[in-house]
C-alpha cells in the first residue's frame, strides 16, 4: 500500500509566488490533516478535514487555502509565499469512528520561500 | 486549549539501558494518545496508539501506558539500541463534539541518541 504520498518533496519559491502541495491517501480515510514543522518546534496544524467537501481551520491557517473534492486527495495552497512559510509540511490521515483514529503520516515536503 | 509537554527535551544513554519518556497533557477529555518516531529529515512513524479507555500498549520493545486522570502518558523503552536514536512525539486527539475535535496536539518531542 501506497499509504500518505505526498508531492513535491523539495521545492524552492520566490516570495510572492504561489503553489500547491499535493496529497492523496489511498486507505479511504475520511479525517486529513495538513502540518507544518519549523525546527526544534512540533508540529502545528494548518487545516484539517473530515469528509470530502468538510474543511476547518487549525492553529496557523493564514496564508493557506485546502479544498476536499475527494476523499482521497487534500491539496494545500499557499497564495503569496512569504519567508515565514519556510518550513517542512506534512499530510496525515486517520480513519475515526469506523477505526481506531490512528494517524499516518506522508513523508514532507520541504519548501524554502526565498 | 490543550498543551501537551515532553520530558526531557533530550536524552542520551548508553546502549542497553531502559529508559523512559514522559508526556503530559492539560485536557484530560480525549479520545486518544499515540506516540510517534521521527528520524531526522524524515516523515513520521506511528509506535504506539493508546484509545481513552486503555491504560497501555505494547509493541516489542515499547510499551506506552497512559493515565488519563493525572494527564500523563509514558514511552518505556527496554534495553534501547543505537537505532533507536530519534525524535519521539505524543500527540493527543481530542474527544468526538465541540469544536476541536479532529485538531491533535502535538508535543516538542524528545531527542534521543543512544551511543555504542
Not at chain 1, 504520498?5 to 523539495?10: L, N, R, Y
Request: net charge neutral; charged share 15%; aromatic share 10%.
Amino acid at each position: 500500500n501506497a499509504g500518505v504520498t505526498q508531492t513535491p518533496k523539495f521545492r524552492i519559491l520566490k516570495i510572492g509566488q504561489s503553489m500547491t502541495l499535493q496529497c492523496t491517501q489511498d486507505m479511504n480515510h475520511n479525517y486529513m490533516y495538513w502540518y507544518r514543522q519549523d525546527p526544534g518546534m512540533g508540529l502545528k496544524l494548518i487545516y484539517y478535514s473530515v469528509g470530502a467537501g468538510i474543511t476547518d481551520k487549525g492553529e496557523v491557517p493564514n496564508g493557506y487555502n485546502v479544498s476536499r473534492s475527494t476523499t482521497e486527495d487534500f491539496p494545500l495552497r499557499l497564495e503569496l509565499a512569504a519567508p515565514s512559510q519556510t518550513s517542512v509540511y506534512f499530510c496525515a490521515s486517520s480513519l475515526v469512528r469506523q477505526g481506531t483514529g490512528e494517524l499516518f503520516f506522508g513523508e514532507g515536503s520541504r519548501l524554502t520561500v526565498l | 486549549k490543550q498543551e501537551v509537554t515532553q520530558i526531557p527535551a533530550a536524552l542520551s544513554v548508553p546502549e542497553g539501558e531502559n529508559l523512559v519518556l514522559n508526556c503530559s497533557f492539560t485536557d484530560s477529555a480525549i479520545y486518544n494518545l499515540q506516540w510517534f518516531r521521527q528520524d531526522p529529515g524524515k516523515g513520521l512513524t506511528s509506535l504506539l496508539l493508546i484509545q481513552s479507555s486503555q491504560r497501555e500498549q505494547t509493541s516489542g520493545r515499547l510499551n506506552a501506558s497512559l493515565d488519563k486522570s493525572s494527564g500523563r502518558s509514558t514511552l518505556y523503552i527496554a534495553a534501547s539500541q543505537p537505532g533507536d536514536s530519534a525524535t519521539y512525539l505524543c500527540a493527543v486527539k481530542p474527544q468526538a463534539g465541540g469544536t476541536s475535535y479532529g485538531k491533535l496536539t502535538f508535543g516538542q518531542g524528545t531527542i534521543l541518541t543512544v551511543h555504542p
